[in-house]
Nanobody, 119 residues
């Protein structure tokens, strides 16, 4: 079992920055891919960015490329999402995800953290 706890959300003006954190605990292994998803009001949850915990390979949605950066601190078992040049359309609940299904482990979600970007 893996537990994920997000923090760092809040209200920011357009053009501003926020950094989200996701702390993992429990039986967490280097085989996991860890990422961020978001869900805006009335819309489906969508992929934002992900990182392979073992090799730092990253992937980004086109809508956030060049503005968002994912990183991880392995000893702290924490993944970060640095969000710059925020836009009102980035407003959503952001969820941390740890997916180990390809290695026979589970798929886990955090509780989510609200990000609101005002225009």
């Amino acid at each position: 079992q893996v537990q994920l706890v997000e923090s760092g959300g809040g209200l920011v003006q357009a053009g501003g920055s926020l950094r989200l954190s996701c702390a993992a605990s429990g039986r967490f292994f280097s085989s996991y891919a860890v990422g961020w998803f978001r869900q805006a009001l009335g819309k489906e949850r969508e992929f934002v960015t992900g990182i392979m915990w073992s090799g730092e390979r990253t992937n980004y949605a086109d809508s956030v490329k060049g503005r968002f950066t994912i990183s991880r601190d392995a000893p702290k078992k924490t993944v970060y999402l640095q969000m710059n040049s925020l836009k009102p359309e980035d407003t959503a609940v952001y969820y941390c995800n740890a997916d180990g299904r390809w290695a026979g482990y589970g798929n886990y979600w955090g509780q989510g953290t609200q990000v609101t970007v005002s225009s």
